[in-house]
């Protein structure tokens, strides 16, 4: 038995919240680890080839996600000291998947989105993104959206989205064919939130990094 996972169920009953702040450059490891975990469970369970490998290869994934902590994008979430999820934010849209007239609607992105599986089912990864959406529209006050890119052939995440309010937008593809090419979009939250979030951001203790 997985009693890591076990004793992680146990902390996720015990825990009314969840504690978020930007993840540390020296954190890389911590942030692909939990993307290589969900990697894994896709892998086993699902018909996608999301993140069997890392693209466009491990050193150019490695350099892309360092690039996302030096510039402060990347946050990660935590149970007690355990870290179970991340999500990257950033305020402009890749310039080939989404088009100008797009992109002239001012959005918040979100990328590398991933909650440890011992969490699912509770609605932690919709607080996520909801929390995501809200700290992206503070940083950049006219923005109206939530845009995400979901590998293309990821059907069952297409559906999740969906089901969390997304609308379709587009399949396209890039220059660099890059395979996350479905596009998905979805109003902002209201902030303050609806409902009391699980979620909380801890102040920073010192500046480590460039503004979003």
């Given at each position: 038995m997985d009693t890591d996972t076990r004793g992680r169920?146990?902390?996720?009953?015990?825990?009314?919240?969840?504690?978020?702040r930007r993840a540390r450059p020296d954190e890389l490891d911590v942030v692909l680890g939990?993307?290589?975990?969900?990697?894994?469970?896709?892998?086993?369970q699902k018909n996608t080839s999301q993140w069997a490998r890392p693209w466009p290869s491990p050193d150019g994934r490695r350099k892309r996600v360092y690039e996302a902590l030096l510039d402060g994008q990347t946050w990660l979430l935590f149970d007690g000291e355990h870290p179970i999820g991340t999500v990257s934010i950033k305020l402009i849209g890749h310039e080939e998947l989404w088009t100008p007239e797009e992109r002239r609607t001012e959005a918040v992105y979100l990328h590398r989105l991933v909650v440890d599986r011992a969490y699912a089912g509770g609605g932690l990864g919709a607080e996520l993104i909801d929390w995501a959406g809200r700290k992206g529209a503070s940083l950049q006050r006219n923005a109206e959206l939530i845009r995400?890119?979901?590998?293309?052939?990821?059907?069952?995440?297409h559906a999740y989205y969906r089901r969390q309010g997304f609308e379709d937008v587009a399949i396209r593809t890039t220059s660099d064919k890059t395979p996350s090419g479905a596009l998905f979009q979805k109003p902002l939250p209201p902030s303050p939130p609806a409902r009391p979030s699980r979620i909380i951001e801890e102040a920073p203790l010192e500046a480590h990094y460039a503004p979003v």
């Open positions: 169920r146990r902390s996720r009953a015990a825990h009314a919240s969840y504690r978020i939990l993307i290589d975990h969900a990697a894994d469970w896709l892998r086993s995400i890119d979901v590998w293309t052939d990821n059907t069952d995440l």
